[in-house]
Every structure is written in structure tokens, then in C-alpha cells.
């Protein structure tokens, strides 16, 4: 079992940054891959980012060269900066754990907007 922690979510206006944390706990061992997924209102959710355990990330071309997905193995975290905001970046975000099965955390909101 994995436990994933996700903050750092909030307003912020068009073209501002955010980075959202997240913290895992627990089988951490076991953990192949991590990243982040959203929904926005009224939507599916999606993928945004994953960094696997090599330390190589990927990127939905949505956010590719505006955010980046970073891990700190000493702390168990997995980082997602955020710059350069968009109001269709709004949604609920959630962190992603694989092991060979999926955990997620709870999700922090982002809302971008003036």
C-alpha cells in the first residue's frame, strides 16, 4: 500500500506559477513510476505528467514546456511546477503512484483565473 499526500493547489491568475507537492508513504520500495493526472469541470480526467524511476519524465503536449514534473527520492516527494498558467489548466490535480497498481492521492484544486 501507498499513501499520497497532494497540497500546494490555490488561485492564481493567468501567466502566474504554482507547484503542487506530493508526499508518499508507506510500500515506497515498490514504486515504478510517479505523476500527475487532472479534471477539469466537467471532464475526464487526464494525464499530465509521469517520471519513472530512471528519473526520464514525459509530458501531455498540453503542458509540455511550461510545466515540469521532478521527484526528491530522499523525501519520498514528487514536484509538479506549473508556470505560465492557463485558465483551461483549471482543475482538480492528483497524484499517481504505480507499483503495478495504481494509488492516488486525494487531489488539490488549481484554479486559474483573474
Known amino acids: 500500500q501507498v499513501q499520497l499526500v497532494e497540497s500546494g493547489g490555490g488561485l492564481v491568475q493567468p501567466g502566474g506559477s504554482l507547484r503542487l507537492s506530493c508526499a508518499a508513504s508507506g510500500s515506497i520500495f515498490s514504486i515504478k513510476a510517479m505523476g500527475w493526472y487532472r479534471r477539469a469541470p466537467g471532464k475526464q480526467r487526464e494525464w499530465v505528467a509521469t517520471?519513472?524511476?530512471?528519473?526520464?519524465?514525459n509530458y501531455a503536449n498540453s503542458v509540455k514546456a511550461r510545466f515540469t514534473i521532478s521527484r526528491d527520492n530522499a523525501k519520498n516527494m514528487v514536484y509538479l511546477q506549473m508556470n505560465r498558467l492557463k485558465p483551461e489548466d483549471t482543475a482538480v490535480y492528483y497524484c499517481n503512484v504505480f507499483t503495478g497498481t495504481d494509488y492516488w492521492g486525494q487531489g488539490t484544486q488549481v484554479t486559474v483565473s483573474s
Open positions: 517520471i519513472i524511476i530512471d528519473g526520464k519524465t
